[in-house]
């Protein structure tokens, strides 16, 4: 097998075509940093592009798989600077990865933790893992798509009540409403990530990615901000234009104007 190391971040791939990508800030809980997104996105760059990649498993280790954001980047940060921080490139680099991605969380999966969590297609969690989105007890709201992604695996009554409140979900809770795909102990949570992610590296290629792409959200193009739908930018593109009516003309009836609609 091959290793290769960052500080923050860490990628292995096994002979069985699996890429084990691990968050190692374990002093910071996972919290994520611009340095550690910035390795995500190479890693998982490089897993895309990697001929002997079939499946990837994502971890933040047995105890904590990302607590959120890096709290003190936003302190010491104005919004020109986030703003031109372009983020949402770095997260496309995960929610464009080609190959199937497997979540093994422990601990807490939480605001941006809970959003990296569900830019996986499979999530086994240990049975003392805990989710939610708790931005809104900042004065802020969940960033990277989390909202739509959310709304999309428990729908509306359910998204709104863990992003309104910042409320923690438990692990039971997160299978029952359709969060997360598995609970297992926490001590086999990366044994049983590793173990799905191997059966689906054996599988054939082309009809796993078919398969993939067909139950995943249309994804929208690179340049759009991680904060505007999906459903929204779809709205904008394909909402009929609307021309003011005019005013009746001589030799017209109000009858015989009619609303037309643009191209």
Same mark, same amino acid.
């Given at each position: 097998?091959a290793?290769s190391?960052?500080?923050?971040v860490?990628?292995? *791939?096994?002979d069985?075509?699996? &890429? %084990?990508?691990?968050?190692?800030? &374990?002093?910071?809980?996972n919290a994520l940093n611009?340095?550690?997104?910035?390795?995500?996105?190479?890693?998982?760059?490089?897993?895309?592009?990697?001929?002997?990649?079939?499946?990837i498993v994502?971890?933040?280790?047995d105890?904590?798989?990302v607590?959120g954001?890096?709290?003190?980047?936003f302190a %010491?940060?104005?919004p020109i600077?986030?703003?031109?921080?372009?983020?949402?490139h770095?997260?496309?680099a995960?929610?464009r990865?080609?190959?199937?991605?497997v979540?093994?969380?422990?601990?807490? &999966?939480l605001?941006?933790?809970?959003?990296?969590?569900?830019h996986?297609?499979?999530?086994?969690?240990?049975?003392?893992?805990?989710?939610?989105?708790?931005?809104?007890?900042?004065?802020l709201?969940?960033?990277?798509?989390g909202?739509?992604r959310? *709304?999309r &695996?428990?729908g509306?009554?359910?998204?709104?009540?863990?992003?309104? %409140?910042?409320?923690?979900?438990?692990?039971?809770?997160?299978?029952?409403?359709?969060?997360?795909?598995?609970?297992?102990?926490?001590d086999?949570?990366?044994t049983?990530?590793?173990e799905?992610a191997?059966?689906?590296?054996a599988?054939?290629?082309?009809?796993v990615?078919?398969?993939?792409? +067909?139950?995943?959200? *249309?994804r929208?193009?690179? +340049?759009?901000?991680h904060?505007? +739908?999906?459903?929204?930018?779809?709205?904008?593109?394909s909402?009929?234009r609307?021309?003011?009516k005019?005013?009746?003309?001589?030799g017209?009836t109000?009858?015989?104007?009619?609303?037309t *609609?643009?191209?």
């Open positions: 097998m290793m190391e960052q500080a923050c860490s990628i292995e *791939v096994r069985n075509g699996v &890429a %084990t990508i691990r968050i190692n800030r &374990a002093e910071a809980k611009m340095a550690t997104r910035q390795q995500l996105a190479a890693h998982f760059h490089a897993a895309s592009a990697d001929a002997r990649v079939h499946a994502l971890t933040g280790g105890a904590c798989f607590a954001a890096d709290i003190w980047e %010491t940060a104005g600077e986030m703003y031109l921080r372009h983020t949402e770095l997260w496309d995960i929610a990865c080609p190959k199937p991605i979540a093994a969380v422990n601990g807490f &999966a605001g941006r933790g809970c959003e990296l969590a569900m996986c297609d499979i999530i086994v969690a240990g049975e003392t893992a805990r989710f939610g989105q708790p931005e809104v007890k900042l004065g709201m969940p960033g990277a798509g909202t739509q959310l *709304v &695996a428990v509306k009554f359910q998204a709104m009540r863990i992003a309104l %409140t910042g409320c923690m979900v438990r692990a039971p809770e997160a299978l029952a409403i359709g969060m997360i795909s598995e609970i297992v102990s926490d086999r949570t990366l049983r990530a590793h799905l191997a059966e689906i590296a599988l054939p290629a082309l009809a990615a078919q398969s993939r792409r +067909s139950c995943s959200p *249309v929208t193009c690179h +340049s759009t901000p904060w505007l +739908s999906n459903e929204r930018l779809s709205s904008f593109c909402a009929p609307i021309k003011r005019e005013p009746p003309r001589p017209k109000s009858s015989q104007l009619h609303r *609609v643009g191209p």
